[in-house]
Antibody, heavy 120, light 112 residues
Framework: EVQVVQSGAEVKKPGATVKISCKASGYTFTGFNIHWVRQAPGKGLEWVGY????????VYAEKFQGRVTIIADSSRDIAHMELTSLTSDDTAVYYC?????????????WGQGTTVTVSS | DIVVTQSPVSLPVTPGEPASISCRSSQSLLFSNGYTYLSWYLQKPGQSPQLLIYLASYRASGVPDRFSGSGSGTDFTLAISRVETEDVGVYFCIQTLQTPWTFGQGTKLEIK
C-alpha cells in the first residue's frame, strides 16, 4: 500500500522547535517530491515547502524562510520538517504529501496530519 | 505569487442534484508542455485531503466518474453530476505551476 505516515502530536512552548517526521512506504521514495502543508484552526491550507528526496533540492515558502528546514533520509525513506522559533500562530495541523506518484503535478498521497500546539 | 480565488464559500446541495465549484487564478496555469497545473481535492470531516482531479481535468485513481474537472488558462470548474451524501466536506483547488503553491480558500459542501 502506498502511504506516508506522520509522527504524533506535539505540544511546544513559544520559542521552541518542533520536528515532524513523514515515513513513506509502498513506492520509490526518491522518485517523488515530498511537500509540507499546514492548516491553522479555522483557516485554509498553506504551503510550507518541498524537498526532492533524490537530490535534496528544497524550496520553501518565503514566509517560512529562515525558520523551516526540510530534510530527506533516503536510507530510511523518511522526510522531516523542522520549524524553529515557534509562536501561537504556528499552531496548526501539518501534513506531508507526496507529489505525482500516480497523478502528475498533484499531491496524491497524504499523511494523516500532525497537530502542533504552541502554548505557554 | 499566483493568487487563486475560489467560489462559493458555502454550497448547500440536495442529494441527486448537480453542483459546481469555481477556481480562478491570477495568471495562466498552462505550462509549456501543454498541461495545466491545477488540481482539486476534497477534505472530508476529520480526514486528510484526498485528490480528485489533477492537471485540470484528469480524474485521479478511484475517484467516481460523477466528479469532473474542466477549464483552461485561468478559469476552472469542478463539477459533481449528482451529489451524494458522502460528498460532504471542504473542496479546494491548488495551483502547482510555480512555487509557492497556492490554494483556493475552500468550498464547504453540505447536504440540504
Amino acid at each position: 500500500e502506498v502511504q506516508v505516515v506522520q509522527s504524533g502530536a506535539e505540544v511546544k512552548k513559544p520559542g521552541a522547535t518542533v520536528k515532524i517526521s513523514c515515513k513513506a512506504s509502498g513506492y520509490t521514495f526518491t522518485g517523488f517530491n515530498i511537500h509540507w502543508v499546514r492548516q491553522a484552526p479555522g483557516k485554509g491550507l498553506e504551503w510550507v515547502g518541498y524537498i526532492d528526496p533524490e537530490d535534496g533540492e528544497r524550496v520553501y515558502a518565503e514566509k517560512f524562510q529562515g525558520r523551516v528546514t526540510i530534510i530527506a533520509d533516503s536510507s530510511r525513506d523518511i522526510a522531516h520538517m523542522e520549524l524553529t522559533s515557534l509562536t501561537s500562530d504556528d499552531t496548526a495541523v501539518y501534513y506531508c504529501a507526496a507529489e505525482g506518484t500516480t497523478a502528475s503535478g498533484a499531491l496524491d498521497v497524504w499523511g494523516q496530519g500532525t497537530t502542533v500546539t504552541v502554548s505557554s | 505569487d499566483i493568487v487563486v480565488t475560489q467560489s462559493p464559500v458555502s454550497l448547500p446541495v440536495t442529494p441527486g442534484e448537480p453542483a459546481s465549484i469555481s477556481c480562478r487564478s491570477s495568471q495562466s496555469l498552462l505550462f509549456s508542455n501543454g498541461y495545466t497545473y491545477l488540481s482539486w481535492y476534497l477534505q472530508k470531516p476529520g480526514q486528510s485531503p484526498q485528490l480528485l482531479i489533477y492537471l485540470a481535468s484528469y480524474r485521479a485513481s478511484g475517484v467516481p466518474d460523477r466528479f469532473s474537472g474542466s477549464g483552461s488558462g485561468t478559469d476552472f470548474t469542478l463539477a459533481i453530476s449528482r451529489v451524494e451524501t458522502e460528498d460532504v466536506g471542504v473542496y479546494f483547488c491548488i495551483q502547482t505551476l510555480q512555487t509557492p503553491w497556492t490554494f483556493g480558500q475552500g468550498t464547504k459542501l453540505e447536504i440540504k
